[in-house]
Structure formats: C-alpha cells, structure tokens
C-alpha cells in the first residue's frame, strides 16, 4: 500500500530557510500536498503541486518534487516564529480521492 | 474558521462506552473524510462518504460506525471505547466525490479530541 515518510522534528531561527523532506512510495500519485497544523487546530492546506511538475512556488513556499526518486520538500524561506507548527507531506493517486498523510514533521523555530 | 464544524470538541468518557462525533461539511461540500489522528499512528483515514453514500473505507475498526445524512452532517459512532481509541477525530470535507481531473482540496475541522479513561 501508499507509504508517506517524513523525519520528525526541524529545528531552525528565525530568518533562517527551513527544508522540510518527504518520500512516498506510489508511483501512480498524481497530486501531492502540503498541509500545516498549529496547535490545537486541525489541518490546513498550504499547496500542492501536480506531479508532472518539478517545481511550485507561492510567496515564501517552494515545492520541489522528484518524481525519480519519490521524494518532495517544502522550502520556507525566512521562517518566522510563526511557522512554528506540524507540516504534514500527503498524496493522493489517480482516481481515487483519499489523501495518505506523513506522520508530519514538526518545525520549532527560535529567535 | 475553516467552515468545516465539528462537535464536541472534548469528550471524556469510561471503556465500554459508546460516544457520536458530529461533523457539518463546508457549504457546497458533498464529500466528507473521517480520520483519527494519534501520536503512534499519525493521520489514518477512516471513512469517505459522497453525497450521503459510503465511498471508500480505510482502516476504521468495525466498533466504528459512520454516516452522512440528507443534510450532508456526518456522524462518527465510535462503541465498546478502549484505551487505545484515545485520538483526536478530523473531519474533512471537499467538493469533489474523486481527484478526478483536479487537486482533491481538503478542508479540516478542528477536530473531536477523545479521551478514554
């Protein structure tokens, strides 16, 4: 079945770039996705990027995915403190709508 | 606020027991997404239902029912509650039944936290 793997914990400063790694085992994903939780709140999208695309970007969030080797990342640049939260890495596959999540990893950012 | 509602938002009850968690989808949502969140297991997905019909199941125990009424509202019946079904409990909804052609953008409640004592 799908495999979402993500490392735990990142911890950064503030002004820093934060990299956050995620592979996946499904060959068939069509789309992945980033999603973010803060304490105490569910989940909330950030992006997703299609996976004939190599490279997303919105504001301060870099996507990159390789395809090759399953591997997708999400770059925040000047992190602030408040990017402090839970990212979570999920996929879904063609034609079937459930999204497989990462364990997430956590992101402490420091002043 | 996300539009996805969901209720209550803590619940404490004893092993044996039986508790429902409700979840409003977002307006114009048709298709809501169970899924039980714990520290061990991460995210699992539970149940998808699509305009009040069952669409896929994932590893939802057979103590846990669910369903989605004519109103769109969705019911998670969790029974015979163990220790270990201590989790928290999203609900998610989206427009979409399937990727289809696009992205299948989820929308998150904040999520039924439920301790079993």
């Known amino acids: 079945g799908e495999d979402v793997e993500q490392s735990l914990f990142l911890s950064v400063r503030e002004g820093d770039s934060s990299v956050i790694n995620c592979t996946y085992t499904d060959s068939s994903s069509t789309y992945l996705y980033w999603y973010k939780q803060e304490p105490g709140a569910g989940l909330q999208l950030l992006t997703y990027i299609f996976s004939n695309m190599d490279m997303k970007q919105d504001q301060r969030l870099t996507v990159l995915l390789n395809k090759k080797d399953k591997h997708l990342s999400l770059r925040i640049a000047d992190t602030q403190t408040g990017d402090s939260a839970i990212y979570f890495c999920a996929e879904t596959n063609s034609g079937y709508s459930t999204l497989t999540f990462g364990k997430g990893t956590m992101l402490l950012v420091s002043p | 606020d996300s539009g996805v509602t969901q209720t209550p938002k803590h619940l404490i009850t004893a092993t044996g027991q039986r508790v429902t968690l409700r979840c409003s989808p977002r307006s114009g949502d048709l298709s809501v997404y169970w899924y039980q969140q714990s520290l061990d297991q991460g995210l699992q997905f539970l149940i998808h239902?699509?305009?009040?019909?069952?669409?896929a199941k994932g590893n939802i125990l057979e103590r846990f029912s669910a369903q989605q009424f004519p109103d769109l509202h969705s019911e998670l019946n969790l029974s015979s509650l163990e220790l270990g079904d201590s989790a928290l409990y999203f609900c998610a909804s989206s427009v979409t039944e399937t990727g289809g052609s696009g992205a299948n953008v989820l929308t998150f409640g904040a999520g039924s936290r439920l301790t079993v004592l």
């Open positions: 239902y699509y305009n009040g019909e069952e669409r």
